[in-house]
């Protein structure tokens, strides 16, 4: 069990630290309410201009998020995990995010650790990512496998008014 503690508004946060590549110590917290200015720089920090573009939209996928996990070096706020789902048949990792002068050290990879061992008894954790050579050696690193491994494919509706804009 990990420690409970509570932070400035009362809410139950669960705190563990890993002592990352370099010896720097970075605080992963469990939180189920973030703030969109806490984490917005780090979607412009990867150019996520579907999220920065529309910061109200952010807003309200950040509060009807299943949990969120940040990674923290001090107050600063350098990654974070979110999930959709119900948690129980079905977990979505909608954005894994890390500043970009903190990968590669081994964030990204404690946020999803934290996340799959909380949620190890849903039936399926999915994602969706861009098919580059580092995603896709990242998330098979973590352990995920493409759907076509199950005799699946993934299917995607998008409203083309909004990419058309």
């Given at each position: 069990?990990?420690?409970e503690n509570f932070d400035k508004n009362g809410q ?71 999930l959709v789902g119900d948690g129980f048949s079905s ?66 509706w998008v409203d083309q008014k909004k990419i058309n804009?």
């Amino acid at each position: 069990m990990r420690p409970e503690n509570f932070d400035k508004n009362g809410q139950t946060v669960q705190e563990f630290e890993r002592i990352l590549r370099g010896g720097d110590m970075i605080t992963i917290r469990k939180q189920e309410i973030v703030k969109l200015e806490d984490v917005l720089h780090l979607y412009q920090a990867v150019g996520w201009t579907n999220y920065t573009n529309q910061p109200q939209m952010l807003e309200q996928a950040l509060s009807h998020s299943l949990v969120i996990y940040l990674a923290l070096d001090g107050d600063a706020v350098v990654g974070l995990i979110r999930l959709v789902g119900d948690g129980f048949s079905s977990v979505f990792v909608q954005d894994l995010i890390v500043l970009p002068s903190y990968q590669r050290q081994g964030i990204g990879s404690s946020l999803m650790k934290e996340a799959l061992e909380d949620f190890k008894e849903a039936y399926q954790v999915q994602l969706a990512t861009e098919q580059t050579e580092k995603n896709v050696g990242f998330y098979r690193s973590m352990g995920f496998e493409t759907l076509s491994t199950y005799d699946c494919t993934g299917m995607i509706w998008v409203d083309q008014k909004k990419i058309n804009k």
